[in-house]
């Protein structure tokens, strides 16, 4: 199995993820600034998607870098985690449209939810596969990030029906947690050159 | 002909074809989860019709890796490929809308019995070119799933008159009977490393 | 410049607009065989584009494969070629919906005549740095196709004001002309092995 | 981390943008020239964008070929570069739709602001980065064309109020201004071979 046809294959779909979405900022039919106000909220949710889809790409890219041989079972794993990242335009359309009410809010937390549990289960094949003892691996180490923030998008998922912006608030925080790169990662490629 | 850019170009069109399909799950108008409910086929079919390209692009990707060189009928076999391919999202919004009914149903197996039937002209094409007596034709041999598939879908598009679900079950487990990459072709690469 | 990019680039240009050419035909609202009667003249407007983007694809594919050095005005011939490619999805669009009356055949037409102009310029260009007396210079050699193709659309554009299935019929026979991949540049690659 | 990969999806990315926005050029419901006539300050705006992206892509070619290492705020600066280009298509259709009126002029050149101010952020990291004694940063000088152009698209933003015609000259005066590749990079390739 080739590995670089499949880096390709998943940074097209991103690619394409990531601009289709701007699709959903329908063009407003007046011609003033007025015409952009009840854009406002689909704006917001367009860009706390662009960070998360730039936060994906970023880390699947290293993740696939650090990866030995791809077996058939990773390659599934992979398209399992972009078909929940391709459901981000339909879930941030929703939510900016209708103004981050409650359930369009939970629904955009479920999609976080599934996109991690699909990460950590390729990640999880990729190790398995590279051995306990890989470099990889111990990078990767104890995976802190990645354990908690299935906890706090449940967390924005039940919050929601509190108050939606509490829920907007956590997934914007855990966004900003995974900003940096994953700097356990990239050691490896500071110390192998 | 330039293998790789054959290869480039069709997974370009087979990620923006599994991509522009959530294109057609239109955001709803209602803010509540009972505003989803209409949305339940529609989410359905997009789930079929995700494994099925992403069975074609495993399968796809297995073919050309094989192939040896690519001469101007092997180029317009995968362009007509393409082309049945590129309807998957008209077909797989036309059932979603409608709700599995009948006449979708049935256009949905056509679609899937014109795209297997590209594919056999495609890799009969590549096998005549390597040769019979070549690794690929050996791997491919008697090609027992390649054959029934089609009998499969064309039960699917009778059927439907009956009762669409049971052309949606054939569907669904023609899908699971591909699922698993092709054994058969995976052997080579293993043999040779 | 590193012509490997400027392949890439318009791949991923001409793989969109292949793709995204079945956003225009829209999911019909009945659910019969009858709803699929209007979409007749779409889906033939869209099968001929198809063609004509597989043509352009290969035969850009051959003629970058041969080029030499590429320049600022090579990379900007290739984006004005991109450009009038990028309205096929809007003018088969068009033509498909109108059921192929005469206005719209003869715009067709036009977004023909100007693509054929763009390559003629882009082949130029090529041509010239890579010298008269280039391989590719007597590939191309008198280039009948090239030349007589836009005089073959012009006559397109004016008789569709006679009846627009003549001009239909001259855009597929210019199609099938061309189908077949250009032999004359082809044998290059032959002899070069 | 891997250059060739980022290149590839900014490429990637870029050739979305500059597809997708056709489909901002709705497919008009008349059948004659007259049906065509709204869709004038459509297709001029979307001339330009197209003109303004194809200029952006070949000097994001040119800059990231010659950047050395990639760091990770290259990585963020560089996806902070396609977010604003992504808005490329809404402001074109609001500018198009609305016949180049006031405010949705100025938005246009607003959104030509930001991408001006991203890619020198994203140029000053990869001089940094390459050491302000390097080919790159000797080579894009004191950089007026960069330095210059915030300027006039603020100018832009301003005049729109007093006639918005004035904004869109200004607007193609800087296209044309960068529409020559940039020479000072190309020479280091040339030196280079």
Redesign the interface.
Known sequence: ??KG?L???S???????????????K??HG???S??TPLFPVVLSY?LS?LYL?IY??NH?HLL?SAGKIN?NI??AN?HL??WL??V??TT??MG??NF?P??VA?YGIMLLMCSIAYWILQHLIINRSGHESELAHAIGKDIKGKISPFLYLAGIVLTFVNPWISGLIYVLVAFMW???DRRI?RI?ETKG
């Open positions: 199995m080739n046809r880096e390709a294959f940074d097209g779909v991103l690619a394409i993820i990531i601009t289709i979405m701007v699709l959903e900022i063009v407003p011609q003033d600034f015409a952009l860009i662009f730039g790409w970023n890219h870098h058939g390659l599934w398209l972009l078909f391709s459901l335009p339909f359309g929703w449209e209708n009410a359930v369009p629904l900003l940096l790169p990239e490629y």
